[in-house]
């Protein structure tokens, strides 16, 4: 009883900050758009243009974490691959803005981007037809990483497969994408991957005004998603999904078939972290097959751990956090950046083992409206 109660209570914290945190989310961003496009740049107010594509790239990678732990902090599975499923998602995007290139390209092909006239290709390989369109290139940044992650988890999660296995099995997924990438036949620009971006739906992706586009619109799809997640994780599902992270053998043992719970959560937390890779790259303005590679899965999952796991909004300010300190410590010391940042994590795993969201966990915002359900709860 004791366990349903904490389960219960936690529901309760999550829907009670979750006003909190899309109001401070929607106000920094409405203030620093606002204060790029409206104030002069001599004002001690004017946020950079190149501030604004920083925060919209922390986002990015908070909506990346959030994907994280929609797995890890809620049904116990360690992905060490998301990575993949973020540079996927991110290749879709890239190849719809090199397709929107045209003649403009380095070679002046109205059809073949500048690294295949470099590599002497003579025609559009089949999987680049359709990515003219961005109705298509969207429908692909669904479908290819969904159908990868369900594959992937259909295999693994009805052989039972769990803990540092699983976590091995899909960092070596990671590794192997990242190693076909690399290879100039496969079509994806190989070593230098895909750049030189010029428009979006026609817009000037350089411009100040689309670059506060970027950056809302990732602001916005961050909070949708939250939003989303927080809808599943208070559903039947999502009570499913918590009693297979604490005890799968008793889910099973009453009915539930738990490799389906899993499959689904998966894959729906592999299409949050390819939006993700679509969103960063237009506001890079780069994809590589360096993203694939499996120190980025790792430094994901620290992200989620800083912060605190299973609690959505925790993962989120733990990227934006970590990201920021990254951002700060490779300027100040820019030789030893890398220690600075190991102090960070070690110090919160040893005096924080519940991430910097578990000071908060069960403290209440007195102006928040409380919700009658989960006053009748306790």
């Known amino acids: 009883m004791s366990a349903i109660r904490n389960q219960f209570s936690s529901w309760h914290d999550l829907r009670e900050k979750a006003p909190v945190f899309l109001a401070v989310l929607f106000g920094i961003s409405i203030y620093a758009s606002a204060c790029n496009l409206w104030l002069p740049e001599d004002s001690m107010f004017y946020v950079s243009t190149y501030t604004i594509t920083l925060l919209g790239k922390y986002l990015c990678y908070a909506l990346l974490a959030l994907a994280v732990d929609v797995v890890w902090g809620y049904c116990g599975i360690l992905s060490l691959g998301h990575g993949a499923f973020f540079a996927l998602g991110g290749y879709t995007m890239g190849m719809y803005l090199m397709r929107q290139i045209g ?33 298509f290139a969207m429908l692909a940044m669904l479908l290819v990483p969904g159908l990868l992650a369900f594959v992937f988890g259909w295999l693994a999660f009805r052989s039972r497969v769990a803990g540092v296995y699983l976590s091995i099995m899909t960092q070596a997924l990671t590794y192997a994408l990242m190693l076909a990438f690399f290879r100039n036949e496969m079509g994806f620009g190989g070593n230098n991957g895909l750049t030189d971006f010029k428009d979006l739906l026609g817009f000037n992706l350089q411009s100040d005004g689309m670059r506060v586009a970027l950056f809302l619109c990732s602001a916005l799809v961050l909070a949708l998603a939250y939003c989303l997640s927080l809808l599943i994780m208070s559903s039947r599902f999502g009570r499913v999904v918590v009693g297979i992270r604490d005890a799968e053998d008793r889910a099973r043992f009453i009915g539930f078939k738990t490799e389906n719970y899993k499959v689904w959560l998966f894959v729906y937390s592999a299409i949050l972290a390819a939006i993700a890779g679509a969103l960063y790259v237009p506001q890079v303005g780069i994809i590589n097959p360096g993203e694939f590679s499996p120190l980025n899965s790792i ?25 920021y300190a990254k951002t700060r410590f490779t300027a100040v010391f820019p030789e030893a950046w890398l220690f600075a940042l190991g102090a960070l994590f070690v110090s919160v795993t040893i005096f924080l083992p519940q991430g910097l969201m578990g000071l908060f966990r069960g403290k209440k915002f007195p102006w928040v409206k409380r919700w009658k359900t989960g006053e009748e709860t306790r």
């Open 103 to 135: 003649d403009r390209g380095v070679y002046g092909d109205p059809i073949l981007p500048d690294f295949m006239v470099f590599l002497n290709w003579q025609e559009l390989p089949w999987f680049w037809h359709g990515f003219d369109q961005f109705w």
């Open 299 to 323: 430094e994901v999952v620290v992200w989620v751990a800083v912060g605190g796991r299973g609690t959505l909004y925790g993962a989120i300010v733990g990227a934006l956090l970590v990201n």
